[in-house]
């Protein structure tokens, strides 16, 4: 799941560039959504603070309550992996940010055919989000950003009640279900048990009742009804 999180206090901005995004993204097979703002209000922040994955900010500077720059620091205190572009008719604010060291993918001027350019910086957000896609979660108050080429298997502890994301090296248990978890993550996970999602780019081997994986981990959540369908993916 892509989520693209737009502000602009222009309607017609932000209904166009949203526009752009949906065109595009109709003719991939990603999960996608749009969220679109026209301040940086309460809302716009909680976005920012939230445990949503792979988050696409298209921004605008001057705005009535705050500055994008503002809120791209805020954005980069939290994290480092979201992406951000500028939207601006300002262009004499580009070296500003430029000095700012914001990881901004892109500064376009909104009144030098900017639709081509956004196009083009959705293209390369998606080629960077395919090859660090991040699964964010959040427990006991901590909150843990795991690659999902690291994630082996995710299934359901039915004594406390959490879901557990195994990975190469740990397991993490959060209180979210199965399918939240999965909702955030790719078509690579796949349903081999009802309480497990295995990531199919990292299994080698299916024997008999048994996953093996890469690393040489195995797992025994594979019934007959989800085998059966392996055999075509």
Same mark, same amino acid.
Request: glycine fraction near 2%; aromatic fraction near 10%.
């Given at each position: 799941?892509i989520?693209?999180?737009?502000?602009?206090?222009?309607?017609?901005?932000?209904?166009?560039?949203?526009? +752009?995004?949906?065109?595009?993204?109709?003719?991939?097979?990603?999960?996608?959504?749009?969220?679109?703002?026209?301040?940086?209000d309460?809302? $716009?922040? #909680?976005? =920012?603070?939230?445990?949503m994955? /792979?988050?696409v900010y298209?921004?605008?500077?001057e705005?009535? /309550?705050?500055?994008? =720059?503002?809120?791209?620091?805020k954005i980069?205190? *939290?994290?480092?992996n979201?992406?951000?572009? *500028?939207?601006?008719?300002?262009?004499?604010?580009?070296?500003t940010?430029?000095?700012?060291e914001?990881?901004?993918?892109? $500064?376009?001027?909104?009144?030098?055919?900017?639709?081509?350019?956004?196009?083009?910086?959705?293209?390369?957000?998606?080629s960077?989000?395919?090859?660090?896609?991040?699964? #964010?979660v959040?427990? !006991?108050?901590?909150?843990?950003?795991?690659?999902?080429?690291?994630?082996?298997?995710?299934?359901r502890?039915?004594?406390?009640?959490?879901?557990?994301?195994?990975?190469?090296?740990?397991?993490?248990?959060?209180?979210?279900?199965?399918?939240?978890?999965?909702e !955030?993550?790719d078509?690579r996970?796949?349903?081999?048990?009802?309480?497990?999602?295995?990531? !199919?780019?990292? +299994?080698?081997k299916?024997?008999? !009742?048994?996953?093996?994986?890469?690393?040489?981990e195995?797992?025994?959540?594979?019934?007959?009804?989800?085998?059966?369908?392996?055999?075509? =993916?």
């Amino acid at each position: 799941m892509i989520n693209f999180i737009i502000c602009d206090d222009s309607y017609g901005t932000v209904e166009k560039v949203s526009k +752009i995004i949906t065109m595009y993204m109709m003719n991939t097979d990603i999960e996608y959504h749009t969220h679109c703002f026209h301040d940086y209000d309460e809302n $716009f922040e #909680k976005i =920012i603070t939230s445990d949503m994955p /792979s988050k696409v900010y298209i921004l605008d500077i001057e705005m009535p /309550s705050n500055s994008g =720059i503002v809120m791209a620091r805020k954005i980069r205190s *939290f994290d480092n992996n979201s992406v951000i572009i *500028f939207l601006t008719g300002h262009e004499e604010l580009g070296i500003t940010i430029l000095k700012e060291e914001l990881l901004i993918l892109s $500064f376009i001027n909104k009144f030098d055919n900017y639709e081509d350019r956004v196009l083009s910086c959705i293209k390369k957000t998606l080629s960077i989000l395919d090859q660090k896609q991040v699964l #964010k979660v959040k427990y !006991n108050d901590v909150i843990y950003s795991i690659n999902s080429n690291d994630i082996l298997y995710i299934t359901r502890d039915s004594i406390d009640r959490k879901t557990i994301i195994k990975t190469d090296y740990e397991e993490i248990k959060v209180n979210k279900t199965i399918i939240e978890i999965i909702e !955030n993550l790719d078509r690579r996970f796949i349903q081999t048990h009802r309480s497990c999602y295995v990531n !199919n780019d990292r +299994i080698t081997k299916v024997e008999k !009742n048994k996953i093996i994986f890469d690393n040489g981990e195995t797992t025994d959540l594979l019934s007959a009804k989800y085998k059966k369908e392996m055999e075509y =993916i």
